[in-house]
């Protein structure tokens, strides 16, 4: 066997691919970290909104991408509303990213009655919130129970009422967990939309 000669010109060429691939890597990071994230759904909890193994872009520009390892937050363009579909860090286990539709905001009462969302004491009429019939489940969504959000946390509630577990059940979505608004469904090629 021939041993491997490495010359000058070998050399500049593996520098040039191994600078491609890190700059690459670094810009892939940048990216993930602070404009958009693919997601994958794992459950039904938004059916018909998001099905199982749609993958979807998560926006983190909009309402400003959270600073690694710190809690501090980069300013966004909006601030999180109501019937926004978001993603965020589960609060009873850090390991877990989940997607719920954002019902009510610090500051604001809950009530679930009769299938329908009461924010503040009046019905929430804007779509598709309106057209979900929410079930009285859990701590936080009792049949005549009225939830008041704590400020600077957010009440969720997955599409699929029936089965999701969600805001009802575990409470609020403190800010700093938030990670961002999802945008588009972008897998399966039949699936491709704009999430609403």
Known sequence: MVPLKITSRNKAVIREWVESIVVALLLAIFIRTFFV???????????????????????????????PFTKMRLPGFTKPKRGDVIVFVYPEDPKKDFVKRLIALGGETVEIKDGHLYVDNRLVEDQPIHNIYYYNRGDYGETNQIIK????????????????????????????????????????????????
């Open 37 to 67: 994230q693919a997601f994958k759904i794992p459950s039904g909890s938004m059916r018909t909104t998001l099905l199982e193994g749609d993958r979807i872009l998560v926006n983190k520009l909009r309402y400003g991408p959270k600073i």
């Open 149 to 196: 959000v704590p400020e600077h946390t957010y009440y969720v509630l997955g599409d699929n009422s029936g089965s999701s577990k969600d805001s009802r059940y575990w409470g609020f979505v403190p800010e700093e967990l938030l990670i961002g608004r999802a945008e588009l469904i972008y897998w399966p090629l039949t699936r491709i939309r704009i999430v609403k």
